[in-house]
């Protein structure tokens, strides 16, 4: 009976102890820190949506322009809607250049460099990373020198050799010239780093090879930084102009960057048909525009995987 008696209060103070604490709802300001919590929310949105405004005016302005006629768009006050919307620009601009040869050739170079990039850059992330050889830190040191160093500086080494390997004007000569981004393998090696070693050691144990890890562990769980650094590079090189305006010539490889340089002139009258000029950059832009709807999603998570959160 004595022990029944001394037991019931331990029962008790021992429930207390393992059982969590009841979360209340959560504390409501009342007074100035109320007002002072509404107002900073009230500002930082306030902010964001001007700084939305701001970032995206060009791009409206843009697509407005292509659908006025050139009165309207010289017009003071501006015109910001047409009074009728004039939608043969689109065709018009279309027809007046090769613009789906110069497409053609953007998505194509785009996507060759990301593919090779991709494997290269995997590689030599996983070297650094996960592999023990002399020289290691120093590899990485050379790798990281050479994001350094501005791009001009080695357009005229980098013609040279493409000239004496005969790839000037060819589709060899825009791929492999940028088929390495140092961008990419910082990146990549930060996400591998973050791979727990026990998956890796447990895989090399089992037997498998570097290539096997590589691949099927590796790579999957850095998916998101790898689809995020293809994006990204992919729009980079779409986007090129200066570099492929010097190693081209003929219309057969231009780019859709060196493209629509070139409509502005003939077709665009230096600027005299902004129209058609607008109506040209607005359907070269729409594909990158249509296609980061659906990729948003995992450019958020790589962020916040390289930046450590979950």
């Known amino acids: 009976m004595a022990t029944s008696r001394t037991s019931e209060p331990l029962d008790a ?3 207390e102890a393992v059982s969590p604490p009841e979360l209340g709802p959560p504390p409501v300001h009342t007074g100035p820190r109320r007002l002072r919590d509404l107002v900073g929310t009230t500002g930082r949105h306030v902010g964001l949506i001007v700084m939305t405004g701001l970032i995206a005016l060009p791009f409206l302005w843009m697509v407005t322009n292509s659908i006025k006629t050139t009165d309207e768009m010289w017009a003071w006050p501006p015109v910001w809607w047409p009074a009728e919307a004039v939608w043969s620009n689109f065709p018009d601009a279309w027809s007046a250049a090769r613009f789906g040869r110069y497409m ?45 160093l501005p791009v001009p ?24 010239s940028n088929s390495v981004s140092v ?20 895989a ?9 890890v590589l691949w099927q562990i590796c790579f999957p769980l850095a998916k998101p930084v790898f689809i995020t650094v293809g994006i990204l590079n992919f729009i980079v ?8 305006r010097l190693i081209t010539r003929s219309d057969e490889m231009r780019l859709v960057s060196v493209g629509l340089r ?6 665009g009258a230096y600027g005299i048909q902004w129209p058609l000029i607008m109506a040209a950059a607005t359907f070269i ?17 790589a962020v916040s995987l390289t930046s450590g959160q979950k």
């Not at 090399?204 to 096997?212: F, L, N, T, V, Y």
């Open 104 to 148: 053609f050739n953007s998505f194509f170079v785009a996507a060759a460099i990301v593919a090779i990039q991709t494997v290269n850059t995997a590689m030599l992330a996983y070297a650094i990373t996960q592999m023990r050889f002399w020289g290691r830190d120093m590899l990485f040191g050379l790798v990281l020198v050479t994001y350094m």
């Open 262 to 267: 070139q409509f502005f002139i003939e077709a």
């Open 153 to 176: 500086a080695t357009y005229v080494v980098s013609f040279i050799i493409l000239s004496r390997l005969g790839w000037l004007d060819s589709y060899q000569g825009l791929i492999v």
């Open 237 to 244: 090189q779409y986007n090129n102009y200066f570099w492929p």
């Open 183 to 202: 961008l990419a393998i910082f990146l990549v090696r930060q996400a591998f780093l973050q791979v727990p070693r026990d998956y890796i050691e447990a």
């Open 13 to 15: 103070s021992l429930d």
């Open 285 to 301: 832009v729409l594909p990158l525009l249509i296609g980061f709807l659906f990729v948003q999603k995992w450019l958020v998570r």
């Open 204 to 212: 090399r144990m089992d037997g498998a090879s570097h290539w096997k």
